[in-house]
């Protein structure tokens, strides 16, 4: 089946600092590519949704400036944290899929753990 | 205001116990509604659903969709420790662009030997 790998799997940061989370297709092309922030206990809370080649769109509440998505070739979308501070600790996830699938064939990856301290 | 809730939003059984998970929706323009197992990282797909009324099954798990009272069930029969999983439930609504998922909190399952 499709594999999306999400890297890095753990990272922690100084406050003030950016950090970038890498969500690559290895075996189909990513149209549509989603980024997902869990906080403990909760469910995934959808941040934006990129498609290659254009600007991301951000869900309300999401301020586009500090997190920063590149979705620039068809296997590799990029979450950038900027200046992160502790409240960006969470767990970030992302999907992909190609749009002319359904959902049933959107993949998730491992995850990135972020600690900010 | 779309919104994706289940229930419970825990649950302690024994290996062998049958459970019942509920997920109720309000979704504009549904399209589909999904499930998925989520242990300690990725979410990984179980189900979706489209139409009412017609239930998938995996092996011990089932699952069947009502459009008309905007719920889901998703059963899993003789359940195993493997089951303990966080469950989510995602509705799927056309909008824009792309469509996009809501999920649900989730339910934690914990099957206990």
């Known amino acids: 089946g499709a594999v999306v790998s999400q890297h890095p799997s753990r990272v922690i940061c100084k406050s003030g600092t950016s950090v970038k989370i890498e969500c690559r297709s290895l075996?189909?092309?990513?149209?549509?590519m989603f980024w997902y922030r869990q906080f403990p206990k909760k469910s995934l809370m959808l941040m934006a949704t990129s498609n290659e080649g254009s600007k991301a769109t951000y869900e309300q509440g999401v301020e586009k400036d500090k997190f920063l998505i590149n979705h620039a070739s068809l296997t590799l979308s990029t979450l950038t944290v900027t200046s992160a501070h502790p409240e960006d600790s969470s767990f970030y996830i992302c999907?992909?899929?190609?749009?002319?699938?359904?959902?049933?064939?959107?993949?998730f990856g491992q995850g990135t753990r972020l600690t900010v301290v | 205001e779309d919104k994706v809730v289940q229930s419970p939003l825990s649950l302690v059984v024994h290996e062998g116990d049958t459970v019942t998970l509920n997920c109720s929706y309000e979704?504009?323009?549904?399209?589909?509604l999904l499930w998925y197992k989520q242990e300690k990282k990725a979410p990984t797909f179980l189900f979706m659903l489209?139409?009412?009324?017609i239930e998938k099954k995996s092996g011990r798990l089932s699952s069947i969709l009502d459009k008309k009272e905007l719920f889901s069930i998703l059963n899993i029969t003789a359940t195993q420790t493997g089951d303990s999983a966080v469950y989510l439930c995602?509705?799927?609504?056309?909008?824009?662009?792309?469509?996009?998922?809501?999920f649900g909190t989730g339910t934690l399952l914990a099957v206990q030997p």
């Open positions: 995602a509705v799927e609504g056309y909008g824009g662009a792309t469509n996009k998922l809501i």
């Open positions: 489209t139409s009412s009324g």
């Open positions: 999907s992909a899929r190609d749009s002319l699938w359904t959902y049933e064939q959107a993949f």
């Open positions: 979704v504009t323009n549904f399209r589909s």
């Open positions: 075996d189909f092309q990513a149209t549509t």
